[in-house]
């Protein structure tokens, strides 16, 4: 689950005051590098830079912590994404190429969430928007269930269970 | 550069561009926005990819180096399509009355975060379930 940022005290230790958020730190100094494709000291200057001072600029902004439970289980997940993603291209294709659009049956359906971290509700809105036929629309107030749309569906109840078994199981895990 | 690389790259450039053009096909044939709003969200994602890998094989078989950057497009792609996707739908939603007529409701006491207003998010959404 997610906590407040303390406000910034005198007794705060040094690395949480000027590296509050080592993972993010990571993934700018791995982005820059990748962005520039220059692995010589000046482009690791940089990157570091850029890494150190962005989460310090931006602090306000990140008042919370995503806890990630284990990286495989994340690398797992991205895969089985990646990999719905491409299911997801070739099956909406042929929707669109040879079903004709009086017999689509488009719907809303509401997928209730077990999901509670915030970060872990936003990577499953983006999932559910990227994999097969359905687009998330909106949350609910309470953050208690997702408003997805479908483009084609036949059974609601397959559709929310294929959702929660797939996707928010995993995620349950990865974000504790 | 050897012929199967040719043929590999020529591939997937095929592969891209098909899935493009089905993307574009489904903007104009799907009957309404929300439906509308499926096909490009899916669809050019793995076009654009297939492209990038495309551009990956002939950069690495020209200067036998690996480039990241198409990686770096392909996530941000992945990033920005449902953000983007999201907002649309959301727009949608607020400026058609009788599409927000035939939502279902979330709950008995409860609404869509964007239909209920001066809702204190940080209250609830944290509380502890």
């Not at chain 1, 303390?6 to 993934?27: A, D, G, I």
């Not at chain 1, 806890?67 to 690398?75: A, N, Q």
């Not at chain 2, 574009?24 to 439906?35: A, H, Q, R």
Request: charged content about 15%; proline content about 5%.
């Amino acid at each position: 689950m997610t906590s407040h940022a303390e406000p910034t005290s005198p007794n705060l230790s040094f690395r949480k005051r000027w590296v509050p958020h080592p993972l993010l730190t990571l993934v700018l100094v791995g982005l820059w590098m990748a962005l520039v494709n220059n692995y010589e000291t000046s482009g690791w200057i940089f990157g570091v830079l850029f890494g150190l001072a962005i989460p310090l600029v931006t602090k306000s902004i990140w008042d919370s912590t995503a806890k990630i439970g284990s990286f495989g289980s994340v690398l797992i997940f991205g895969l089985i994404v990646a990999w719905d993603v491409a299911m997801a291209n070739i099956q909406v294709a042929f929707l669109v190429l040879f079903r004709p659009s009086q017999r689509l049956k488009p719907a809303w359906v509401t997928v209730p969430l077990d999901l509670r971290s915030r970060e872990g509700i936003a990577v499953l809105a983006g999932t559910v928007t990227l994999t097969p036929g359905t687009v998330s629309c909106d949350l609910s107030a309470d953050g208690s269930s997702l408003l997805v749309h479908c483009l084609d569906v036949r059974d609601v109840d397959a559709v929310v269970a294929r959702i929660k078994r797939r996707y928010e199981s995993r995620l349950l895990r990865i974000f504790k | 550069m050897s012929p199967i690389a040719d043929y590999t790259i020529a591939g997937f450039i095929f592969l891209g561009t098909a899935f493009a053009i089905v993307g574009s096909i489904g903007l104009v044939k799907l009957p309404d926005l929300m439906t509308r709003l499926h096909s490009p969200t899916k669809a050019t994602t793995l076009g654009v990819g297939a492209l990038l890998v495309a551009s990956m094989i002939f950069f690495y078989m020209k200067n036998g180096k690996l480039a990241i950057n198409e990686l770096l497009i392909t996530l941000f792609l992945f990033l920005t399509a449902p953000v983007a996707a999201h907002f649309i739908a959301r727009a949608y939603m607020h400026l058609n009355c009788e599409a927000a007529e035939d939502l279902p409701r979330p709950s008995k006491d409860c609404e869509w975060s964007t239909y209920q207003r001066s809702y204190n998010c940080d209250d609830q959404t944290r509380a502890p379930h």
